[in-house]
């Protein structure tokens, strides 16, 4: 069974920094693109920024040149550096992967982590 548990959430002060982790674990063949997507209250899910499995990343327009996304291939783990925090980046922050496993087939299938909350307030 695949799953995807994220960690790193917590209250910090405008202008804080956090680093979230999204861990894979179960069997699985190999991780293609991942992502992390956010939903605050009241609003619709967005994605904040992607990776694909070369390296290759894409973030929403407002969180460029604060939040970096990377990954560590042999650890199946992909990280959310988030700088310079504000409040309306307050949201329960989700991790996504395209995954690719065995099971009497092949099969590729995006997956999703529990969440974990951001709060940016003073």
């Known amino acids: 069974q695949v799953q995807l548990v994220e960690s790193g959430g917590g209250l910090v002060q405008p202008g804080g920094s956090l680093r979230l982790s999204c861990v894979v674990s179960g069997r699985i063949f190999s991780i293609n693109s991942m992502g992390w997507h956010r939903q605050a209250p009241g609003k619709q899910r967005e994605l904040v920024a992607a990776?694909?499995?070369?390296?290759?990343?894409n973030y929403a327009d407002s969180v460029k040149g604060r939040f970096t996304i990377s990954r560590d291939n042999a650890k199946n783990t992909m990280y959310l550096q988030m700088n310079s925090l504000k409040p309306e980046d307050t949201a329960v922050y989700y991790c996504n992967a395209a995954i690719t496993t065995y099971r009497s087939g092949w099969f590729r299938d995006d997956y999703w982590g529990q969440g974990t909350q951001v709060t940016v307030s003073s």
């Open positions: 990776i694909t499995s070369g390296g290759s990343t």
